[in-house]
């Protein structure tokens, strides 16, 4: 008798998680193409072939007071996964980071006896480690990603399956590293040669309401510093974000592009970044950068008190170091980081400093081919629970 279709549900909530879940459901497929996936998603992980439960479009926020705005998204999004998990057997629950939504969905997978295994472990080392017990009482293995957090959870009693960083696999040999290195450098060197400076303000509502303001001003103090030499400003527009918002808050003089930053970030000579993974992917290009965060008081007044982090940029978090500078509230203005990225223009010294770290950074993310690794461990899990009698099942 053949065996049942067996069947995993992936939980991706917001643009990074999205494009990781679509490059795990690709390494899934390939290895086992008959697998059903059904996933909490967006486009890019319905178009890799898994069977869409509910959009995730709505449910990309960031701070306390906007959670409460989108709680009516978040509450339809509850009922959908919820209801899914109940009608349908369900193997392995995989959620993809997005830690406040996809908690909810460990704990409803555990109560209904399905395994978890989670991956991009939750940042519980930069704040909240009080909740490493209720998420260990939730998943059965936890992915990660960063090179200290292995150590940090099997620490805690948790079931470590260590990744590597999933970015190595767009950023790793078949990346011109340093192939744009060498070009960054000639522009540099050439004063008659335009330089090309990205806006990455990320893809969270709130990120883009308080950053493009920001970049705008900034963009128009660098043009007034660096005349007559030409400056080109290319916006990047995330995955499921409408052009129209970036292009209407940053204006004409803007070019607003839609390519992956793997894409766009060798074509950068400069870049003004948000905090968060676009600050990582900026360091293992090797392209300058200004890490740049901005939030609302009471966010930033409440994550004052809980974050206990000498850094912000993901970069600066893994060789524990200043390696770029990072541009926080108040500091955060037109005029500081128009003479930030400045800095970078006049100071070959600063910039090979920084090529040298990023060279550090690329080593520690390592090695890549994560999703084949990862797709591998989850189809070995799915076995082991195909072994055992199933004693629980979805009521």
């Not at 940090?152 to 590293?177: I, K």
């Not at 970036?246 to 930053?261: M, P, T, Y």
């Not at 950068?268 to 993974?277: I, Q």
């Not at 290009?285 to 965060?293: F, L, R, W």
Request: proline residues 7%.
């Amino acid at each position: 008798m053949a065996k049942p279709r067996r069947h995993i549900f992936l939980s991706c909530g917001e643009a990074s998680g999205e494009r990781y879940g679509a490059d795990l459901v690709s390494a899934l497929r390939s290895l086992d193409p008959d697998l059903r996936i059904s996933a909490l998603g967006g486009r890019h992980v319905e178009s890799r072939g898994a069977e869409l439960v509910h959009s995730s479009a709505r449910l990309g926020v960031m701070g306390f007071a906007e959670v409460l705005h989108a709680w009516p998204a978040i509450a339809a999004a509850r009922k959908a996964v919820g209801g899914f998990l109940q009608r349908n057997d369900v193997d392995l629950v995989v959620p993809v980071d997005f830690p406040g939504f996809n908690s909810w969905v460990a704990g409803r997978a555990h109560a209904a006896g399905i395994p978890v295994f989670w991956l991009i472990a939750p940042q519980l080392w930069a704040w909240g480690e009080w909740r490493t017990g209720g998420l260990r009482r939730k998943i059965d293995r936890l992915g990660t990603i960063l090179p200290f957090e292995e150590q940090f959870f099997r620490d805690r009693g948790f079931d470590v399956f260590p990744m590597g960083h999933p970015l190595l696999d767009h950023y790793g040999p078949g990346f011109p590293y340093r192939e744009s290195h060498q070009r960054r450098e000639t522009v540099f060197n050439d004063r008659n040669s335009p330089l090309t400076i990205g806006l990455i303000p990320g893809s969270r509502r709130q990120e883009l309401r308080h950053l493009l303001p920001v970049f705008k001003v900034t963009a128009q103090a660098l043009h007034g510093h660096l005349n007559p030499r030409p400056l080109r400003f290319v916006a990047s527009v995330a995955p499921g974000l409408a052009s129209r918002v970036v292009a209407e808050a940053l204006g004409s003089e803007v070019e607003i592009c839609r390519d992956s930053l793997p894409s766009l970030l060798p074509r950068l000579d400069l870049a003004l970044v948000c905090s968060g993974t676009a600050s990582l992917e900026a360091a293992l290009a090797g392209v300058p950068h200004e890490v740049v965060y901005r939030t609302g008081r009471f966010n930033y007044a409440l994550a004052r008190r809980l974050v206990k982090l000498r850094h912000i940029g993901l970069g600066n978090i893994i060789l524990d170091e200043p390696v770029v500078r990072e541009h926080v509230q108040q500091d955060a203005s037109p005029l500081l980081l128009a003479r930030s990225i400045l800095r970078w223009v006049s100071r070959p010294t600063e910039r090979e400093a920084f090529y040298k770290a990023c060279d550090r950074i690329r080593e520690r993310c390592g090695p890549v081919g994560v999703w084949e690794r990862t797709a591998g461990a989850l189809l070995e899990m799915l076995e082991r629970r195909s072994d055992v009698p199933d004693g629980n099942g979805v009521s």
